[in-house]
């Protein structure tokens, strides 16, 4: 028996894998389940102690802990936080835990974070946005929202075929970003990107075969980029509806860059080098 007395805060102990609960969980790590649901998982001490000290985006519901690391000092001050905000802990057997978790080494704990629904009225349009067209690949998925957090991005829109941003894959490669910029999913790219050229955005398709490179380019911050798919890149429909093409050119012999590199390049381009 583990002395989580000492914590004074109520846990629940979950032993059976029968236990609906669990069940529940489980189906947050299963991409076309978890689209079912508001809720996403994350796991890792540092990760989760950014979001409850720097976290903008998304409410943490309950903190699920492996019963091995309850009484480390890091556990112990993930309770403590917790406890600041009334979030539910769960306990799970050390068995249990790693069924659940589909890491090598995971860490011991796990958040279960409600989405936060965004509106377009609801989002900054100040800095570049980001709309992603089939990116397919979650960890790509990921890496892009870390790049637009870190380079300023006040948004990221995702279409139809693009891996889900909230998915377990995703959301650890992002590194903590999906709690720090707004994420919307869109039905429409038409809509959506009427909708930024009403906010005087110039959209620009990032595209290997286009005939303008990044550096020949005069753009402003108020730039929507558009990124394709690591193996069709952007869709016809979407190519029709954009301002402007653009490319980074290659001098190597590679036929690409991976999407996350790409983006970073853009974004910061964009971040220094706008107007000038």
């Not at 978790?101 to 860490?107: D, G, K, N, R």
């Not at 974070?113 to 800095?127: A, G, H, R, W």
């Not at 570049?128 to 006040?154: F, H, K, M, T, Y």
């Amino acid at each position: 028996m583990f002395p989580v007395e000492h914590f004074k805060f109520p846990f629940k102990r979950i032993t059976s894998q029968e236990n609906e609960f669990f069940k529940w969980l489980k189906s947050l790590f299963t991409p076309k389940k978890r689209k079912k649901t508001d809720f996403f998982v994350t796991e890792g001490f540092k990760v989760l102690k950014d979001y409850f000290l720097y976290g903008k985006y998304h409410s943490i519901e309950w903190l699920i802990f492996n019963e091995k690391v309850l009484n480390t000092k890091k556990a112990k001050e993930l309770v403590s936080f917790a406890q600041k905000f009334s979030v539910k802990l769960i306990i799970l057997s050390s068995k249990l835990y790693e069924k659940l978790v589909p890491l090598e080494s995971p860490q011991g704990v796990l958040g279960v974070f409600k989405v936060e629904n965004f509106t377009y009225d609801s989002l900054n349009y100040e800095n570049p946005v980001l709309i992603l067209d089939s990116v397919q690949e979650p960890s790509n998925v990921g890496a892009i929202l870390r790049c637009a957090v870190a380079a300023g991005a006040s948004a990221v829109f995702y279409l139809k075929g693009t891996a889900d941003p909230f998915s377990f894959k995703a959301v650890k490669a992002s590194c903590g970003g999906i709690f720090s910029i707004p994420v919307l999913e869109i039905r429409s790219p038409k809509e959506v990107i009427e909708f930024l050229k009403s906010k005087n955005y110039t959209t620009v398709a990032t595209e290997v075969k286009a005939n303008t490179s990044i550096f020949q380019e005069r753009l402003s911050l108020k730039t929507a980029l558009i990124i394709g798919s690591e193996g069709r890149g952007i869709s016809k429909e979407v190519l029709k509806l954009v301002d402007k093409r653009i490319k980074l050119p290659l001098f190597g012999d590679v036929e690409s860059l991976n999407v996350a590199v790409a983006t970073g390049i853009f974004l910061y381009f964009l971040r220094f080098f706008n107007g000038k």
